[in-house]
């Protein structure tokens, strides 16, 4: 007995698996207090022994033999090993190391081996001012700075600078990187007909750019990070000080540098890396490709990520709702906005459960059709070989492929497919008596519907649960849909988005402006979400509107603009 | 291990449900159920109109679907379902029925046998009409439902009730649901449309098979006498064909049929009982000029008073009507204000009469509370074994009820003036 | 940063049992409150909650005289080791009985009406694997599932109010007295096990972000759920009369069997089995987590989750000892409807009783 006990005990309290223990929440301590200063950085360990701190020979040769040892020269063959003879007396050498094609050729020459060659220095000059006369008098990019060690000298190689070593132990760095991309251009999954069109690019510096474009606050902080042992990938960390929760900040913070892995290719590998829940269906960070929308939460308070080399980012924290929302609904009047996401709503309802509603409701509960629609669909069936459940993940199935093989297929032939897949699906299937005409309607709607969800990961999702309810349907009928709905609902309870609960702010009940499924027009807006902790509870007075004499002059903001406390403070918080 | 039993698990939970699966054309629909008595004493006959799949067709062209019908007889009801079931390989389902019709003489007889069947049923809606066959069987009723203009027997003969007592105030919309509430009730009596066969004589085709008037000739078949019809030649009597009319109600004292009142008496039970919506009468009096006068009667409001002393109640009945004249211009009859006056009395006092013989009738030759004064009577009393206590139907059997029927408003129904003729 | 984990605010507290509590509507209760209370049977649970009202207040009276205790912890301060684990252990078996009935139920009544074919005992399965899943989540994600489902559920049944009913009337509801004032008073005091779930609030307090609210989640949730089964009483008052009632198994099912939207050519009972579906899941999970707290309360247990498995186990082999679904039907209302408040009201009362004269305080 006691060691079934034992036994039980640990299946259902393992840490993973105990959902209650909560690695971290936003707590219910007043949000306003300040954040410590950040912790030292921990640099992840040196790649072929360089260690953190290793310095850099005073000797050009060995300095020179030792990057190259590192960098594998001449190996790499878009290793570039300049060297120059500088025209002081005596003559010095020096060296510029880059990486052809991620430092930008012209800048090179422009910028730092034609000044190199020009500037007269003579040995008057003491040693020790060497590279600040570099950086101040010599190189004219902006972005140079002095290098310490070896290590800095490699990243800064491997990340499109030039290092510049001269033989009486100068060296320096110079930004001069232009990696291959492209410009700002229109999205391509989260178009909208108002508002912005431009998608973030691969280039984390000009997607900081562009949200910085929207968000001219002196308050926005970028807080750089490398990531990974070996890539040493750009991660940025964007908030806004005065907003965004110092414990939120912080936890991200350190989740982001406490990643201890090769590197980071895309951005998508970041949120699998620091996402609360890495094992569910549904997403917990929001992957978007628009900057604006990247900007819309940075002034509620949350979080972005950026990460070179992926024109998207991560935002943070979420709640089921942010997956219902699109840019669209800030830039539409309020009835509009409110009216696409009431369809919206119904389009995710649409999506998941129509096919399995159709399955249970014709194989199980007949009796709740319309009599004549009854008819019709039993008349139609009445040829069809297939079990209704089979014939419904057939064309399931072969929506997915058809969607699978459009993302692939050559834009030249995208039209092709389409007809192919129209005629696969619709035409030849019915005409084959694989299914009947309402099989496929069914299937089409539950297609649209599963485009209308504005997030890809929430459609993912849907797609994968729908293929789940219609297993339950197909076992159970309506209890296995209702039982289902209600596991969803379950799971969706017991997430967590970087403390927040996931069906906030309806479970927890949390006060705000409304904007779950319908808000409010903006200017009645006045609240930041409350369950964000934001430091700033308040974005607008209900003064907004001051040329209008109609609404309430009564400010609930005080005048002296002091943070106080909302009704909301007064309520029960904590999670 | 923990894996395996987490595989085997949903994998069993799959494969291992399905009890309830049917596939759509597994199922045979029952469009109409009729029950007559059986063959044998106590038994009962089962009739069933069954929708015959793949005969509705969607893309334009008309297609008219096909009932058959199916019939059994057994000890019971459960007892005939399940030798119905013996003669289709299809599983028969009742959830999508929706008229049943008992045939005269079971109702006389007594619907006993039906009572808990249709309150412990699943798959009978309890909204679904019932109704009683007048004259003949619910097995003839099931062969000559078919309407002119509607495909669907149950469609038809649901509407058909349904606007009966809608517009003509001569039927009332009873289900399942009203019988078994009237049958539960203290002091409460059943009370079912009637529906009737009335013959027509059905116009010959060069076909030679049968149809009534518009063409369109419904696929199910009837007893022998279209077929017979249709073989024969033109020159031969026209068939005759039938079809039904919702024309009164059946009055029931207990489980049995007591009387069946028809055309104005079922008009005039709707207006006692508060179920009335739209109707006609006919007047014709000093004030109509000795003609006829067709008055369409609406607007009805209905005042109910129950007064109790002791074992009697006394029921003061309050109606008020507005009629509207058809034809009144061509008859001559006066319907300015000053003129209206006359016709509106005579009007009133053919209502009571009506209605006070409806109710006499009701009193005298069911014995019981058709009406649903009940309704009225157990708020004067206090508590619910009282209520059960007392003889309600001897106070209705011996109740005074007054009527009084006011129609507040003739509105003429064509110009009151005729038009005077050209120079 | 953790900050009091599987806790609750006051809201979903209310929201969770108010639930719970409303979920018994949805079964034989309406029949068998007619069958006893005639036509002033919605007059029944408007008397039990007065009681329940004032009944409650000794038990919360005794979780507030031991702060931060659990309420086998309060029986053992207020009665000592022994005594107080018997209490416990008796509040255990109340707790597994209401699990065991409530289960047969609701699988007896999704199977009778959703699926006749399927076997009870699979019906049975896969509720209690729901719950237990949903148990296991913990109270924070009950708590705040039953906050998300309210507004839906509320939205459903208001949908079925929006049909129509045919030979409706509200004369049915007169003898107004019913069985009678003294009857109905007597009744009342009888049906006081409608509102059980209190002693989940009992046992749920010390997981109350503010425990002081307690007294105010109960009076709502009293409050919240007399208006559901007074609404549905008087629903199925006005539909069926009393006799057509005393004659129904599962009374709010055949109601929506009866209500139909407009011209549409189909039933409500979807929307009213969905609601049905989520209630049942709900209760069930409540009761779950509720029995497994308590125990390894009781038993001095660390964590209640290995438990979850063994309650669930008792429950469903519980469920499977009565005849038949008359003989569930009359054990649940004479053990739980009846006899109910003497755990749930009574024996707290008393534990707290013990406690005032005994002296035992928190320390």
Redesign the interface.
Known sequence: MTSLWKRLRSIFTHPKRDLEAVQFSLGDRDPRQTSAAPPELRKPPDPDGADKGEPIPEDLDKAVERLAAILHYPLSQDLVFREITLPTRPTARARVIYYEGLAESRRVEREIIEPLMRFPLTNKTPKDRLPDVFLESILPSGSSRRAQSMEQLVTGITLGEAAILIETGVACLADVKEPPSRAPEPPITERTTRGPQMAFVESHRTNSAMIRRFVHDPDLVLEGYEVGRRQKTPVALLYISDIANPKLVAEVRQRVRSLDVDGITAIGILEQLIEDHPVSLIPTMLNTERPDRAALHLLQGSVVLLSDGTPRCLIAPVTFSTFLHSTEDVYQRYPYANFLRVVRLLASFVALLAPAIYIATLNYHSEMLPHLLLLTLESARQTIALPLVVSVVIMEVAFELVREAGVRVPAAIAPTIGIVGALLIGDMAVRANFVSPATIIVVAATGLANFAVPDQAASFAIRIGRFIFIALAGVLGFLGIALGFYVLATHLAGLRSFGVPFLAPIGPWRPGSADVILRDPYWRQELRPSFLRPLDLFRLTRRSRAWDPGLESAPSRPESGGQEKTAGDEQERGE | M?ALLLVLAPTA??V??????????D?A?VSIMGLDKGAQPGWLRLSVLV?Q??????TGGRVV?AFPRLTSEGATLYDAYRRLEELTGDYL?Y??T?VVVIGEELAKEGLQALVDSF?RS??L???IIMAVADGVTAEEVLDSARGDIDP?P??YLSHLVAKTQAEYGASS?R?I??F??AE???GQEIVLPLLRLAQKPASPSPSGSGTGSGGGSAGGKSGGEQAAAGAGTPEQAAPVERRVEATGLALFRGLRLAVKITGEQAMAFNLVCGQFNRGRVVVNGAATGGKDLSLELSHYEREVKLARNGPSIEVKLKVRLKGSAEGASAAGVDLTPQGSGAIKDLVGSKLTEMMSGIITLAQTQVGGDVFDFQ??G??T???????MAYDWDRAFREAKVSVEVKVTEIRPGLATQTQESGP | MNIKQGHIDGRQATALLWLAASGKVLLTIPALIVAEGFSASWLIPLGSATIAAAAILPGLALMKRFPGRSLAGAAEEAVGPIAGRAAGLVLAGFLAADAALVLRQFSDAFGSVILPRTPIPVITLVLVLTAVYSAYTGLESIGRLSMFLVPWLLAFFALGYTGRVPDLSFARLMPFWGPGPGNLAVQALKHTGLYSELLTLLILIPYLRKPAVGRAVAFWVIGLTVAVMILIQVSILVTFDVLGTDRLLYPVINLSDLVTLGHLDARVEPLIVLLWIFMAAIKVSVILWTLGTHLAETLRLPQFKPLLPIVAVIALAGSRLPGGIQQTIDLYHVSVTHVGGVPVFALPGLLWLAAVLRGRRAA
């Open positions: 923990l939970f799959l291992g449900g399905c009890w309830d699966l049917r596939e759509l054309d199922w629909f929708q799949p793949g005969s509705v067709s969607g679907p389902t959830s999508h929706q309150r699943r798959e809606q309890h909204t669907f149950a469609t919309h289900c649901h009203t078994l509430l539960a009730a203290h309704l009225h157990r708020g009393f206090r508590t619910w074994p009282e209520w």
